[in-house]
């Protein structure tokens, strides 16, 4: 028993260790500026209640506006969440909208309701710390409506 006992804590000193060391591994926060002209609003009309939505539910990931949250400060939780704003940014980034050609411009519309339709954005991962993103029947009927009204190709 005494062995066990001996064994669990330096396994848990281990541990303490490796927690500790890994706060010095620090992937970058970033929040690029954002250039006047090229957000989704400077390029497709955008109704007050589609921006509260995407706000609320999409920016964080989507955009260059995100707002970190206390625990993207640590790790191995920042890895994570770091991880997957950079990889959001680069699949769709709201704040840099004119990146993307016409023909593009209406598929990631098509895809932003697909995705909400479906489910699978916002992530469950995000939702659970952040219940208030879960997007309503109401919020996606929203977002489909606006992506159909204006993701119709040129």
């Known amino acids: 028993m005494r062995v066990l006992l001996r064994a669990l804590k330096i396994t848990a000193f281990v541990f303490a260790l490796l927690l500790l060391a890994a706060?010095?591994?620090r992937p970058?926060?970033?929040n690029p500026p954002e250039a006047p002209g090229r957000a989704l609003e400077h390029h497709v009309a955008v109704p007050r209640e589609v921006s509260e939505i995407l706000t609320r539910s999409c920016a964080d990931?989507?955009?260059?506006?995100?707002a970190w949250p206390w625990y993207s400060?640590?790790?191995p939780a920042s890895w994570f969440v770091i991880d997957h704003v950079n990889h959001g940014r680069r699949h769709l980034n709201l704040s840099d909208w004119s990146?993307?050609?016409p023909r593009e411009s209406a598929d990631m519309l098509?895809?932003?309701?697909?995705?909400a339709r479906v489910g699978t954005m916002p992530l469950d991962s995000y939702t659970l710390l952040h219940p208030?993103?879960?997007l309503s029947p109401q919020d996606v009927r929203t977002l489909c409506d606006w992506t159909e009204r204006e993701g119709r190709e040129p």
């Open 23 to 25: 706060q010095f591994v």
């Open 28 to 30: 970058a926060r970033t």
């Open 61 to 66: 990931c989507h955009s260059n506006r995100t």
């Open 73 to 75: 400060h640590v790790a």
């Open 99 to 101: 990146r993307y050609d």
């Open 110 to 115: 098509r895809h932003i309701c697909h995705e």
């Open 132 to 134: 208030r993103a879960r």
